[in-house]
């Protein structure tokens, strides 16, 4: 299997994130892209390449122009609003524009940050946009080359992207790199394409971006908004609007949940997939349903990322795959490993 990978990805490197009103370590860090390339490089029949330098077009079609700017610039901005120059701390927002409030864009650089972002758990920092945009290629490359005939290509992508709206940050996300795959595939002829989501959280970017789409089905299997991360969105009753109405499907799932119980979910995702009749699947898939992972409450062992991949496979529709969570970074090569493999080998 074709790999995208490049150094790119390891620039970002949020120093912190709050857990319980106290800063840890941030758990999105460049050490899982690491371990997963390591995974990989030792690992059978996967062939390493770099992505182009270059801004995919598809990034244009899937997010607002105005929010594309204000990444690119945001950190040189924030760097002079503190004026630590080397020493600048991570950018957080402090307040957001909710109910109550007013949603007109504010001039200053703290006042942008709150307009654009979605939470306060994701640090923007000095590489931010590099990693993110070295990412989306990633992602926009392996399309590519999926259009271009290969059965699967993954795109080792970081920061993740499936929380990263139209034109909102959040959730260690800020370009959405499984929605620039889905649009590369339709700009390269595909008039139909599928987007499994089989991170632990709902996947709320992909979803809004292509809600109101009738092209692209968004299909998420994930823990309950109820009890957990995004909360907002990824509610069964989700089911897209207007053009887009049957083709959005949430399978929230409870705390808990094992293998067993994510089967049944995955058995129905690709039952929808299939008679949706996509030409071409896009697999957004993080590691965080993994026993182990500190943010889940599910039990999904590695053995069972192998049957997952395996499962995705049999549907028989060339798949991109790009990385979204998982934050047992020691375990997370040999978990992503097992997973692609399980595609590779059914
Ligand atoms: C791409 C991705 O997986 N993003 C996840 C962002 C989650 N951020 C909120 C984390 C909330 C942690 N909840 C506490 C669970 C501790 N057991
Ligand atoms: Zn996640």
Same mark, same amino acid.
């Given at each position: ?115 654009? %972002?979605?939470? /306060? *758990?994701?640090?923007?920092? #000095?590489? &931010?946009? =590099?990693? +993110?945009? !070295? ?118 799932? %409870?705390?808990? /949940? *094992?293998?067993?119980?994510? #089967?049944? &979910?995955? =058995?129905? +995702?690709? !039952? ?75």
């Amino acid at each position: 299997m074709r790999v995208l990978y490049t150094p790119g990805v390891l620039i970002h490197a949020p120093r912190s994130e709050m857990k319980h009103g106290t800063m840890i370590p941030a758990r999105e860090c460049p050490a899982r892209a690491v371990i997963v390339r390591d995974a990989l490089t030792q690992g059978q029949g996967f062939h390493f390449e770099e992505p182009p330098g270059t801004v995919p077009p598809a990034l244009g079609r899937v997010h607002d122009r105005d929010y594309l700017e204000f990444l690119q610039t945001a950190w040189p901005r924030w760097q002079a609003h503190i004026g630590q120059g080397d020493d600048t701390p991570d950018a957080f927002p402090l307040i957001f524009p909710v109910r109550t409030l007013n949603e007109t864009r504010p001039k200053a650089i703290d006042g942008e940050l709150s307009y654009y %972002a979605m939470d /306060t *758990g994701t640090p923007l920092t #000095a590489g &931010a946009w =590099e990693s +993110a945009l !070295a990412s989306a290629s990633s992602a926009a490359e392996a399309a590519h080359r999926v259009a271009g005939g290969e059965r699967a290509a993954f795109a080792l992508t970081r920061p993740p992207g499936h929380h990263a709206a139209a034109g909102k940050f959040g959730g260690y996300c800020f370009l959405n790199n499984a929605a620039v795959a889905a649009q590369t595939l339709l700009d390269a002829g595909a008039d139909k394409v599928a987007i499994l989501d089989l991170d632990y959280h709902h996947g709320n970017g992909t979803q809004s971006i292509f809600q109101a789409r009738g092209d692209v089905l968004v299909v998420n299997i994930h823990a309950d908004p109820d009890f957990e991360f995004p909360f907002f969105l990824g509610r069964a009753d989700e089911t897209g609007e207007g053009p887009g109405e049957g083709a959005t499907l949430n399978l929230p799932l %409870a705390r808990g /949940t *094992g293998w067993s119980g994510y #089967a049944e &979910a995955l =058995e129905r +995702a690709c !039952a929808a997939i299939a008679a949706f009749g996509a030409e071409a699947l896009v697999l957004s898939w993080g590691f965080d349903t993994y026993e182990g992972d500190p943010l889940s409450t599910f039990k999904i062992a590695r053995d069972d990322f192998a049957r997952m991949g395996e499962r995705a496979a049999g549907l028989g529709l060339p798949s991109v795959i790009v990385l979204e969570g998982g934050y047992a970074t020691a375990s997370l090569g040999g978990n992503v490993a097992a997973g692609l493999s399980g595609f590779a080998g059914a």
